[in-house]
């Protein structure tokens, strides 16, 4: 257990629907990072929150959202899904960028 | 923005020495990471340089030449649980907040 809880580990959902995907940082760790990983793609930075407020933003699409919130816990809001949208979804945090990542497990959302 | 480059594939025998290497191009360099993936998991931290020179953990060491924008893991005795995708990532003060990850290197074991 690495310590960064996701849920759900697995969702299965129709195009066009909408989803959130949860994380729960280290105990500690005030930055919270969304990585989208694709079939043999390589990690892709999403959005990074650092004590409630966003701090950087990579490639996320419109469609996409997420928030930290008081407690910390992390959510990532994906809506109008498509099919390209399937992927694994990785939360990570740490306590400085430069202790490196801790990754949680991931979500596997699956659009059919 | 970054540039990182590190090689698809790698094959190697059980036993064996396998080296992974990762060039880059950033400024405001702060730091090389090297994560670990086995297929469907999360990334597991292996190994940080932020000054010249190897560090050894086992098996597992990394060589970092900042001057050449280089890298490299090195890994030892190999055995079959070592199967897995290897990430370069680097962390730059020009891309505050995140880590820019490489494609990651499949690393074959075979008998």
């Known amino acids: 257990d690495s310590g960064v809880t996701q849920t759900p580990k697995h969702l299965i959902t129709a195009t066009g629907q909408r989803v959130t995907l949860r994380c729960s940082p280290r105990s500690g760790d005030l930055s919270v990072y969304w990585y989208q990983q694709s079939l043999d793609q390589g990690l892709q930075f999403l959005i990074q929150?650092?004590?409630?407020?966003?701090?950087a933003k990579g490639n996320i699409l419109e469609r996409f959202s997420a928030q930290q919130f008081p407690d910390l816990h992390s959510e990532l809001n994906l809506s109008s899904l498509e099919l390209g949208d399937s992927a694994l979804y990785f939360c990570?945090?740490?306590?400085?960028?430069?202790?490196?990542?801790?990754f949680g497990s991931g979500t596997r959302l699956t659009v059919v | 923005g970054q540039n990182i480059d590190q090689p698809t594939e790698m094959t190697a025998t059980e036993g064996a020495i396998v080296q992974i290497n990762c060039t880059y191009q950033?400024?405001?360099?702060?730091?090389l990471f090297w994560y670990q993936q086995h297929a469907g998991e999360a990334p597991t931290f292996l190994s940080y340089?932020?000054?010249?020179g190897l560090e050894e953990k086992g098996r597992f060491s990394s060589f970092l030449s900042r001057s050449k924008g280089y890298s490299y893991l090195l890994l030892k005795e190999l055995q079959m649980k070592d199967s897995a995708s290897y990430l370069c990532?680097?962390?730059?003060?020009?891309?505050?907040?995140?880590?820019?990850f490489g494609a990651g290197t499949q690393v074959v074991v075979t008998p």
């Open positions: 340089n932020v000054l010249d």
């Open positions: 990532a680097v962390f730059s003060t020009d891309s505050w907040g995140k880590f820019q």
């Open positions: 929150y650092y004590n409630g407020e966003e701090r």
């Open positions: 950033t400024s405001g360099f702060n730091g």
């Open positions: 990570a945090s740490s306590p400085r960028q430069e202790y490196g990542y801790t």
